[in-house]
C-alpha cells in the first residue's frame, strides 16, 4: 500500500533531522552486561523472557502463571507467587555482602554517613518493628513526606517489610497538596522530618505536616526524623521521635508475606498536564522490571558506584534510588540538596570524591548546567563516570552534546531513558552495549516491551513519521490502577486506542515521538502541548531544540497560542546563556536560526527572554501554564508548580509581545 492510495491522517510532523551517531565503544561492549543484540529477539516472546527473568528474585512461593491477561486492562504478573521485596532487597545480600556499601549519604551541609546492607537491614526491621507498635500491619497505607536523608529508603522499605503500601509525597510539595494526597490514601501513619536541608535552608516540614494534619482525620501516629535538631511541636499520643520509636526495637523482623500482586506502594504522578492520579504498583512484577533495567541499562557491577540524582518523591528515585539498586546490590551515593550548595559544582564534587561510575539525572538539570557554564565541571576529575543517563523530559540534542562532553567526557554511552511513574520501569532507552544512540533520541524499546507509533485511528505510523506513543502490550512494571478509581484507570490509558471488540489493548502514554527510519523513536513532547499552525501539527519540543541548538540559548520552551490568522501562532520563551543579553537583533536571529534549521513555518511569531521557566517540582516545564499567559488567561492549576513568582514576571514581559504568526 502506498501513502498515495491511503494518506496516513497527518498526526505531528517530523521536521528536525539530527544526523549524529554515537556507536558504543569497543572497550565497552565487550565488558557489557548485556552486549548482543540477540536480546532483542528474545524479548519478543515477551512472557517468556519475563518470566527467564524473573529468578533473579526472591521467591517464597512461585508463581503458577507468569501473565493473566484475562480481564484486560487489568494484569496480573507472576500469578499467585509470593514474596516480600525486601527480602530480594536486604536479607539476601547478608551472607555475602553485609559489609558492603548499600548508600553514601551526602548530607547538604556535608556531613555524611555510609550504611551497609546489614545496618540498612537492621534499622529497616527496627522501623518495621516501630509501625508495627503504632498498630501499621499489612495493607494499611503509610505517608512519607521527608527530605532525602537515609531514614527515607529505611522508611519505604520498613513499609515494604510489612506488606503495608507507602505513599511518598516529595518533600517540596506545600501543605494543600499533603492533605490531599494523605486523604486520597486514607493513610494511617505519616513519617516526616523536624526539618530538611535545601539551598542552606532549613524547610518546615513537620511545621506544613501540622498544618495538613488539621485536615486530614486518617492520620492517628506521625514519626518524626530529627535532621536538623531544631525543636518542633510534638503533640503527645501522636508525634513520636523516629529515632526513640526505634531505639529498643529488635534488629529483626520476619518480613510479611505479600502476593505478586499485593499493593507495594501508591505514588501521585507529578502533575505537569493536570491534578495528579494515585497510580498504584505492586510488587513482583514491579521490582523485576526495576532490577532488570537498572541492571543492564546502567550496565552495574558489583564494585561500581551508582548515583541517580532524583528525589525519591518521585517514581524514579523508588526504582532507581531504592527497589532497582537494592534489588542488585549495588553501592549507591544518596544526596541530599541541590546541585549549587555551596556552589555550582557540588555535583562535580561528588563524582570525584565518590568516584562514581554511572550518574543519572534529568535534563532540566543539564540545562541549567549549560547555562552556568562549563568551568564548574571542570574543576573536577569525573574520569570514573563510565556511563551517563537522562529521565524526565526529552533531551535537546545539544545539551545532549554538551552532557556527552563535558560531563561523559567524550567516552561514557548516554542513555536517555523514556519511561513514566505509570510504567514503574524505564520502558525506552538503549542498552549501551548494543545500541548506537543518537543525540535526542531515546532509541528503541527494551527487550520484552512493545511500543508502536499510531495515528488518529490507531494505526500505525510509517517509519519516519510522527503520532501517538503506544504500549502495545503488557509488561511486568505497568501501573495497575488509579488508586479508587479504576474506571479514570481505563479511560485514561486504554480508552483512546483500544479496540475492545476487536480484544485489542493498546495503553497510551500522553506523549507524541517520531520514529526515524532506522526505528529509532524521537519523544516530542506532551500530545497535549502539540501546536496546530496553518494545518501543520509541530511539536514544541522540535522548535524548542532548533532554539536550544543557538550558541546563546540555555532552554526555551514553546507553546501554540490562539491566532486569527493561523490557527495558532508559536510563542517562544528563551533562557539565554550566562551573561548573554536579550534584545530585538537577538530575537531576529533566533526566529532565522529556527526557520533555517527546521523550516519557515516554525518559525516562533514572538519570544520573550526569562531568567527562568515555569516548572513542576520535579523540574518539568509546565507548558499549559505559557499557553494561559500567551493568551492572558486566567491560570490553571499551579499547586505542583515551583516557582510560582517567575510566572507573573513572564506575564508582563509576555503582554507586551503579541504578534501575528504571519509577520
Ligand atoms: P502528569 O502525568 O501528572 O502530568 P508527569 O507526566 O510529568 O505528570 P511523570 O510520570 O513523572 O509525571 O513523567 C512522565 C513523563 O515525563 C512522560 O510521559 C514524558 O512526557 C516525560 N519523559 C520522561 N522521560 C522522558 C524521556 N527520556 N524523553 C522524553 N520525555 C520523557
Ligand atoms: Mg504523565
Known amino acids: 500500500m502506498t501513502e498515495a492510495q491511503n494518506e496516513p491522517s497527518v498526526t505531528i510532523e517530523a521536521l528536525m533531522d539530527e544526523q549524529r551517531v554515537f556507536p558504543p565503544s569497543k572497550e565497552f561492549v565487550a565488558q557489557a552486561n548485556i552486549n548482543a543484540a540477540s536480546v532483542y529477539e528474545d524479548g519478543k516472546d515477551y512472557e517468556t523472557f519475563w518470566e527467564n527473568q524473573a529468578d533473579s528474585l526472591l521467591w517464597r512461593k512461585k508463581w503458577t502463571k507468569t501473565l493473566d491477561w484475562s480481564n484486560p ?11 516480600n521485596v525486601t527480602e530480594s532487597c536486604l536479607d539476601r545480600h547478608l551472607e555475602n555482602n553485609g559489609d558492603k556499601v548499600a548508600y553514601y549519604f551526602v548530607g547538604e551541609p556535608g556531613d555524611e554517613r555510609t550504611v551497609t546492607y546489614r545496618q540498612l537491614y537492621e534499622e529497616v526491621c527496627q522501623l518495621a518493628n516501630g509501625l508495627a507498635s503504632l498498630g501499621v500491619s499489612k495493607g494499611d497505607r503509610v505517608a512519607i513526606y521527608m527530605g532525602m536523608t537515609v531514614e527515607l529508603p529505611v522508611a519505604l522499605l520498613a513499609c515494604a517489610r510489612l506488606g503495608a503500601p507507602h505513599s511518598v509525597v516529595f518533600g517540596g510539595f506545600s501543605s494543600d497538596a499533603l492533605m490531599d494526597r494523605i486523604n486520597d490514601a486514607e493513610a494511617k501513619v505519616l513519617i516526616t522530618c523536624d526539618e530538611s536541608w535545601r539551598n542552606g535552608n532549613k524547610i518546615a516540614l513537620k511545621s506544613y505536616a501540622d498544618s495538613a494534619l488539621e485536615k486530614t482525620p486518617s492520620i492517628e501516629h506521625v514519626v518524626v ?14 508525634d513520636i521521635y523516629y529515632h526513640e520509636l526505634i531505639k529498643d526495637q529488635p534488629k529483626e523482623r520476619p518480613a510479611t508475606e505479600t502476593d505478586s500482586e499485593d499493593t507495594l506502594f501508591i505514588l501521585y504522578t507529578s502533575g505537569t498536564t493536570g491534578k495528579p492520579k494515585g497510580i498504584v504498583h505492586t510488587t513482583g512484577g514491579y521490582l523485576l522490571g526495576a532490577s532488570f533495567t537498572h ?12 548515583w541517580c540524582t532524583a528525589d525519591i518523591g518521585w517514581v524514579t528515585g523508588h526504582s532507581y534510588i531504592v527497589y532497582g539498586p537494592l534489588a542488585n546490590g549495588t553501592t549507591s551515593v544518596l544526596y541530599e540538596g541541590v546541585p549549587n550548595y555551596p556552589d555550582k559544582d557540588r555535583y562535580w564534587a561528588i563524582i570525584e570524591k565518590y568516584k562514581v561510575n554511572q550518574l543519572y539525572t534529568a535534563p532540566t538539570s543539564i540545562r541549567t548546567f549549560m547555562k552556568w557554564g562549563t568551568e564548574f565541571p571542570e574543576r573536577h576529575d569525573m574520569s570514573s563516570l563510565r556511563l551517563i543517563g537522562t529521565v524526565g523530559e526529552p533531551i535537546n540534542p545539544e545539551a545532549w552534546i554538551w552532557y556527552n562532553k563535558y560531563i ?37 524499546p527494551l527487550p520484552g516491551i512493545g511500543a508502536d507509533i499510531v495515528d488518529e485511528e490507531g494505526n500505525p505510523v510509517p517509519w519516519g513519521g510522527g503520532g501517538y506513543l503506544v504500549l502495545t502490550h503488557p509488561w511486568p512494571g505497568m501501573l495497575r490502577t488509579i488508586f479508587k478509581d479504576p474506571q479514570r484507570f481505563v479511560d485514561t490509558y486504554w480508552g483512546r486506542f483500544s479496540k475492545p471488540e476487536e480484544n485489542r489493548w493498546v495503553y497510551f502514554a500522553g506523549d507524541g515521538a517520531k520514529r526515524d527510519v532506522d526505528g529509532y523513536y524521537w519523544l516530542l513532547g506532551r500530545v497535549d502541548d502539540v501546536m496546530n499552525v496553518s494545518g501543520h501539527r509541530i511539536s514544541t519540543l522540535e522548535v524548542e531544540s532548533a532554539l536550544v541548538d543557538h550558541q546563546d540559548v540555555a ?31 537577538l ?22 527572554f526569562t531568567d527562568e521557566l515555569p516548572k513542576t517540582r520535579s523540574g518539568k516545564i509546565m507548558r499549559r501554564l505559557l499557553r494561559d499567559i500567551s493568551e492572558q488567561r486566567q491560570l490553571g492549576d499551579v499547586t505542583t508548580l515551583a516557582n510560582a513568582d517567575v510566572v507573573n514576571d513572564i506575564a508582563a514581559r509576555a503582554a507586551a509581545m503579541q504578534t501575528s504568526q504571519e509577520d
Not at 73 to 83: N, R, S, T, Y
Not at 574 to 583: A, P, R
Not at 587 to 608: D, F, M, Q, T, W
Open 408 to 444: 561523559g567526557g567524550g567516552r561514557a554511552p548516554i542513555v536517555d531513558t523514556w519511561w513514566q511513574t505509570e510504567t514503574g520501569h524505564i520502558m525506552i532507552s538503549p542498552l549501551p552495549g548494543v545500541t548506537t544512540t543518537k543525540p535526542g533520541s531515546a532509541t528503541v
Open 295 to 306: 541492571k543492564n541499562v546502567f550496565d552495574i557491577k558489583d564494585d561500581d558506584v551508582y
Open 225 to 238: 526524623v530529627k535532621r536538623t535538631g531544631t525543636a518542633v511541636p510534638m503533640i503527645q499520643g501522636r
Open 73 to 83: 486492562p487489568f494484569a496480573k504478573w507472576f500469578v499467585d507467587g509470593k514474596l
Open 587 to 608: 530575537i531576529a536571529e533566533l526566529r532565522e536560526h529556527v526557520a533555517a534549521k527546521i523550516g519557515k513555518i516554525a518559525r516562533p511569531a514572538s519570544i520573550v
Open 555 to 585: 532552554e526555551a520552551a514553546v507553546v501554540g497560542r490562539n491566532d486569527p490568522i493561523t490557527g495558532q501562532a508559536i510563542a517562544a520563551f528563551v533562557t539565554l546563556k550566562g551573561h548573554v543579553q536579550g534584545n530585538e537583533q
